[in-house]
């Protein structure tokens, strides 16, 4: 397949560069010391069969091949992180988000009003879907005629990875690697192409929020959504996670490489060192099979860690150790 730049996606690489990240806003400390894998769903890893060589998928975003790789146990949130969570965060620290100090972050056209709309003064060129919106930020998704008041329980947006960090180090718990993402998304199942098997909409049914009709356009939202769901909308898939397809990309601890993984020990493998892009993953409210069907679960892309939108989220993971779940 033609690989096209993701719609679900936009980054502040500019053509001049990286543009550089504000100076953090402040150190993040541990909120108290509760066992962070409270409310948590212990995986107890294993070896899977990670990637896929599906004529659907994107070769030149390294999906495959497939390998066996095994991971070790740890803890998993059931959801990404909502709203009411991070709001928790920042009301206890005064945390402000990237997307706050460079003072704008990327939105969908579709879901701004007429007023911001006619305010806005730049587009991303190669995918014009996205707007720069002065104002918008995570308390603002859609700029400062908007609010999160009845979306409490949909996944935090306008979070970077440096913001979705800082949120894990405050609760003592940590990104997911790529390979713990994708072995936990999968729900036990081999190979499948989503999260719940290879169809699509099984007897019809809406299994995640992804874009219905015609991409960038119209969206006729036959799933229930326009943009963001409740973070427990969708069915669960086997390991009892929510919505690990579609609604939100969700930032992973590595750096996003196309052919790292060729090389990479297949044991806990966290990717390089270095890099530019940090990996998401799960595709979003806004991929369709016309375009960007990244809400395969193999499927895979990557953006600088200090870029914010409107649908990228992220979970939650913990290290398990056992002397803390002994008995």
Not at 137 to 156: A, F, K, N
Not at 168 to 179: I, N, Y
Request: proline share 6%; net charge negative; glycine share 10%.
């Amino acid at each position: 397949m033609e690989n096209k730049p993701s719609c679900c996606s936009a980054s502040r690489l500019g053509s001049s560069g990286i543009i550089v990240s504000p100076e953090a806003s402040l150190s993040v400390t541990k909120k108290s010391n509760a066992d962070p894998s409270e409310g948590m769903i212990l995986l107890e890893g294993g070896t899977f069969l990670m990637g896929t060589d599906d004529a659907e998928g994107f070769p030149s975003d390294g999906e495959g091949p497939i390998r066996s790789v095994t991971v070790s146990p740890f803890h998993i949130s059931p959801y990404t992180v909502t709203n009411a969570e991070y709001k928790q965060f920042v009301d206890a620290t005064g945390y402000k988000t990237e997307a706050e100090q460079f003072g704008w972050s990327f939105v969908f056209h579709l879901l701004i009003s007429k007023e911001t709309a006619s305010k806005v003064k730049q587009m991303v060129q190669k995918t014009p879907w996205w707007w720069s919106v002065e104002g918008a930020y995570w308390l603002q998704p859609e700029g400062p005629d908007s609010t999160i008041e009845d979306r409490l329980d949909h996944p935090v947006v306008h979070v970077s990875w440096n913001d979705a960090t800082a949120y894990c180090q405050w609760t003592g718990k940590r990104l997911l690697t790529e390979a713990e993402w994708e072995y936990a998304a999968r729900g036990g199942l081999v190979q499948k192409k989503y999260a719940w098997g290879d169809i699509l909409k099984p007897d019809g049914k809406h299994m995640c929020n992804i874009w219905q009709g015609k991409f960038p356009d119209k969206n006729n939202a036959s799933d229930g959504y326009i943009g963001t769901a409740p973070v427990n909308a969708f069915p669960p898939n086997g390991y009892g996670l929510y919505q690990t397809a579609g609604n939100v990309w969700e930032w992973c601890e590595d750096w996003f490489s196309k052919d790292y993984h060729l090389r990479e020990t297949r044991v806990n493998p966290k990717g390089p060192t270095t890099g530019q892009a940090r990996v998401m993953r799960g595709g979003s409210y806004l991929c369709h099979k016309s375009y960007c069907n990244r809400y395969r679960v193999a499927a895979r892309t990557g953006n600088t860690p200090d870029s914010s939108s409107g649908n990228t989220g992220f979970r939650c993971a913990a290290d398990y150790t056992e002397s803390l779940n002994a008995g």
